[in-house]
């Protein structure tokens, strides 16, 4: 099991450009999250999902968009870059059928630098 | 407002003593904590975890302690181990309302010297 894995590890990014950023579990997890991680800062869930096709905002959305086409994949789209996106993303995943439902699985994180 | 706080960026301990980090939390509809453990460059990794009903939970060197009426948990590592130098998160959730999803303190980085 490759658990989760992030695709990009590292992206360097102009003011104003697009991307995307691709999680994939291979845990068959219900729960999907993406976090951002900023220096001296805990974890702040962006957007997560509750099942394929499912989508909702968590407690920093603005600037990013979701989509779960596929209970495996999750992927996190910055339409327009700024620097205050410059931050590393953590995507989680976890499985209520867990007896510790809330136990998450974290992938090795994406760092981008938004110039 | 803050709802995990940890109120102590970083903790220096001496090989083979206790190192007890600390957590406080707000929401008092929190009924399940867990503890993440994080190296640099690494995502973060499940440590321990404890539900409202127990004060105390142990797996090994790790022991996590709670105090509802205080809104305050603990972890402890005895004895701490130069390979336990991390960052150390301390997370809850309200697992009535919340898909799983949980609030995360800002870390404390331990540092546990030869």
């Excluded at chain 1, 339409?79 to 996106?85: C, G, H, N, V």
Aim: aromatic share 12%.
């Amino acid at each position: 099991n490759a658990g989760v894995t992030q695709t990009p590890k590292f992206r360097v990014l102009k003011t104003g450009q697009s991307m995307t950023l691709l999680c994939a579990q291979d845990m068959n997890h219900e729960y999907m999250y993406w976090y951002r991680q900023d220096p001296g800062m805990g974890l702040r869930l962006i957007h997560y999902s509750v099942g394929e096709g499912t989508t909702a905002k968590g407690e920093v959305p603005d600037g990013y968009n979701v989509s779960r086409l596929k209970k495996q994949n999750f992927l996190l789209g910055l339409e327009s870059a700024a620097p205050s996106q410059t931050s590393v993303y953590f995507c989680a995943s976890s499985d209520y059928r867990d007896k510790t439902g809330e136990t998450q699985y974290f992938g090795p994180g994406t760092r981008l630098l938004v110039l | 407002d803050q709802q995990v706080k940890q109120n102590s960026p970083s903790l220096s301990v001496q090989e083979g003593r206790i190192s007890i980090l600390n957590c406080d939390y707000t929401n008092s509809m929190f009924d399940y904590f867990l503890w993440y453990k994080k190296y640099p460059a690494e995502g973060p990794t499940f440590l321990i975890s404890i539900s409202s009903i127990k004060d105390k939970n142990e797996d090994g060197r790790f022991t996590v302690f709670l105090n509802k009426s205080a809104k305050h948990l603990s972890l402890h590592i005895v004895p701490s181990q130069p390979g336990d130098s991390a960052v150390y998160f301390c997370a809850a959730s309200a697992r009535s309302t919340n898909a799983g999803k949980s609030t995360f303190g800002d870390g404390t980085t331990l540092t546990v010297k030869p």
